[in-house]
């Protein structure tokens, strides 16, 4: 924050934030330091500074538990720092349903995503920072360098329940430094606490990957969340990802989709660091205890809980493989011979076997039951990577014809530290092995290519480009990617309501918005999918608006209320199941806007002629979802709907 002399030392962030409040500034001129107002400089600085020692007036924490949550704006050219009330339209929203309002409010859609007018945000959902498992993670978006449309991305660790319980809603990068700056003046990264934000040099730190970074940040910080950007990500590359640690202090939860990591690498941000924590204000403490018993109930006894807290989400490698849907060989074929080598069952066994750091079960918030993670170690019990999941040994895997489970944990562990996304990885290096730069099945080879990425080469920056631009360039004509974002581990010819998800998800082609690989239905069959899809896209996006993680989703379901009664008791609401339904459309109506205002016509959201006229081997289908079904799917989005026409 800015130094004005003679100011006393303890009028700190939240004396700030608080003095702009009492001036009654609008929601947009809370700037740290900004006198422009009726009273005079001197008026303020003396009823203040009264206030504050002869009355006792409390610190910030206190301030927003008697108020209400914050949205935290960082200029990154201007570093002005402001704390500001949360806008009434932004009030009952969180996550990503917040994402999408404050980048249809105050984002041109035709922006350049790496220029100053684009906006990086970390937003926490509406029960993030309570003690409800499963429900703090960080939410994070902008406008896409790799779909160019909207784009949030969210993961688990620590950072987002730290933000919650400094009484944060958002926190939001503004504009870009001038290029002009000495390099020792533009990298930067965010240091928030109980009582300050300010900005720290980072140009010591440039070049390291995440775990590096973290390691030398927490002997500064012990205990601190951390959420940062790798290498790839300084380099601007469109796949690179945000990594954030987690309840080990490591750096291995990713927002890893979408290029988020380039756009907070083009404002020269290398981290944010989150220090101290606090607890949550609850408007009706025991209804929310009483809540939050059924809720954990529900969580930890549910079939699909004790799936995932065995195997993760490494079960899905046999699954899909018994669909033909595991992407093997740059989604050449459904079935992958080496399976057995890389299924969860077989991870499993060889992390118990190992011992040492090796862990079967992990949580990566606080308070998880769940617990889905692992933490997979070499055979000296050493940690290679944690976690190792479904997706990273379906795209490192089986996609690259690799059937040896320690080669995909360091090609894994690999993304992990340069920050890059490992499903566009994966994919990216799927079609450079279909051009021929490398065979199916070498590792070793594989291996190089993350070196090129690492050297930032010619060749790596091609493939950090990702799957569509590799494809582009190389001349493959087989890409699995649809608005410029890489499939992820399910193969829509054999699993076609994820297919469905693909193409008219806002996001670009991404599961987690609607997972329909679990759903009891004909996966191959293309009856029922865009319905399901819908419905399933409607209810992840009030899961993502909470905070929630994915599996909660298969515990909890449809019971609406249940999370109703929680949001009411943490923040003295009365909302029902319908209020929910209503908040899940409109985050898809903002976003399925938002596109509309980037550029984005109803020919974006289709699946490429690969996946629709090359069949799957073994089950000799293609992906015949209608064009006209998938059209449906978006108008009724954007039009806010809650069924799909007959």
């Not at 030392?9 to 934030?17: H, N, Y």
């Not at 003095?19 to 006198?35: E, R």
């Not at 079960?315 to 992958?336: E, K, Q």
């Not at 993304?415 to 990885?425: A, L, P, R």
Request: with cysteine; aromatic share 8%.
């Amino acid at each position: 924050m800015p130094v004005f002399e003679g100011l006393p030392g303890f009028l700190l962030v939240g004396d700030w934030a608080r003095l702009n409040c009492w001036l009654g500034t609008g929601p947009n001129q809370h700037l740290v330091g900004d006198w422009d107002s009726p009273k005079t400089t001197a008026q303020i600085l003396w009823i203040f500074c009264y206030n504050r020692v002869k009355c006792g007036i409390p610190n910030f924490s206190t301030y927003q538990e008697d108020v209400m949550d914050h949205i935290l704006r960082i200029n990154t050219r201007t570093k002005e720092i402001r704390y500001e009330e949360t806008p009434d339209a932004y009030l009952k929203t969180g996550g990503r349903g917040l994402i999408a309002k404050i980048l249809l409010h105050e984002v041109d859609p035709a922006c350049e995503p790496l220029g100053r007018h684009n906006k990086l945000i970390f937003a926490m959902g509406l029960l993030t920072g309570t003690n409800v498992s499963s429900a703090s993670r960080v939410c994070i978006g902008a406008k896409s360098p790799l779909t160019q449309g909207i784009k949030e991305s969210n993961s688990g660790g620590t950072t987002a329940m730290r933000l919650a319980q400094l009484g944060l809603k958002a926190v939001i990068l503004e504009d870009q430094p001038l290029e002009e700056q000495p390099l020792d003046d533009q990298w930067y990264y965010i240091k928030i606490s109980k009582d300050e934000c300010s900005l720290e040099s980072a140009s010591d730190y440039l070049g390291m990957g995440t775990g590096e970074f973290c390691e030398a940040i927490h002997k500064i910080y012990p205990g601190a969340a951390v959420s940062c950007i790798g290498p790839v990500g300084e380099m601007l590359y469109s796949s690179a990802g945000i990594a954030t640690t987690d309840t080990d202090h490591k750096p291995g939860r990713f927002s890893g989709r979408g290029g988020l990591g380039a756009v907070m690498g083009s404002k020269k941000i290398k981290g944010i660091v989150v220090i101290g924590k606090d607890t949550m204000p609850l408007a009706d403490k025991d209804g929310f205890m009483t809540a939050l018993k059924t809720y954990t109930a529900v969580v930890k006894d549910a079939p699909s809980t004790l799936n995932y807290r065995t195997l993760g989400t490494a079960s899905m490698v046999r699954v899909m493989n018994g669909h033909s849907g595991l992407p093997t060989c740059n989604f050449s074929l459904g079935t992958f011979d080496g399976m057995d080598n890389i299924c969860g069952e077989t991870m499993f066994d060889v992390i118990t076997e190992r011992g040492g750091e090796g862990r079967t079960s992990h949580a990566c918030m606080p308070g998880c039951v769940i617990q889905c993670s692992n933490v997979y170690p070499d055979k000296d019990g050493k940690t290679i990577v944690s976690p190792l999941e479904y997706e990273n040994i379906g795209l490192l895997g089986s996609n690259l014809g690799i059937s040896d489970l320690d080669t995909v944990a360091r090609l894994n562990a690999l993304c992990n530290e340069m920050g890059i996304d490992t499903i566009e990885t994966g994919a990216a290096i799927g079609v450079a092995m279909e051009a021929g730069l490398a065979a199916f099945g070498d590792g070793a080879a594989a291996l190089g290519l993350m070196e090129e990425i690492r050297q930032g080469t010619v060749l790596g920056r091609l493939l950090g480009s990702g799957a569509t631009i590799t494809g582009k360039v190389l001349g493959v004509r087989n890409v699995p990617a649809i608005n410029g974002q890489a499939f992820p581990a399910y193969d829509p010819r054999a699993i076609k309501g994820m297919g469905v998800t693909y193409a008219t998800s806002p996001m670009g082609a991404d599961h987690t918005y609607g997972a329909t690989a679990r759903a009891q239905i004909e996966q191959a069959s293309r009856v029922g999918q865009a319905d399901l899809s819908f419905r399933t896209q409607k209810n992840m996006a009030i899961y993502d608006t909470m905070g929630f993680c994915i599996f909660c989703s298969g515990a909890v379901g449809n019971q609406h209320q249940l999370i109703a009664d929680l949001i009411n008791a943490r923040h003295g609401w009365s909302v029902d199941a319908d209020w929910l339904k209503a908040v899940g459309e409109e985050t898809l109506k903002d976003e399925h806007t938002f596109n509309q205002k980037a550029g984005f016509t109803k020919a974006h959201y289709r699946m490429p002629e690969c996946f629709t006229e090359r069949r799957l081997p073994g089950l000799n289908s293609v992906f015949d979802v209608t064009p006209e079904e998938l059209a449906e799917v978006v108008d009724a989005h954007f039009e806010g709907r809650k069924t799909l026409k007959p």
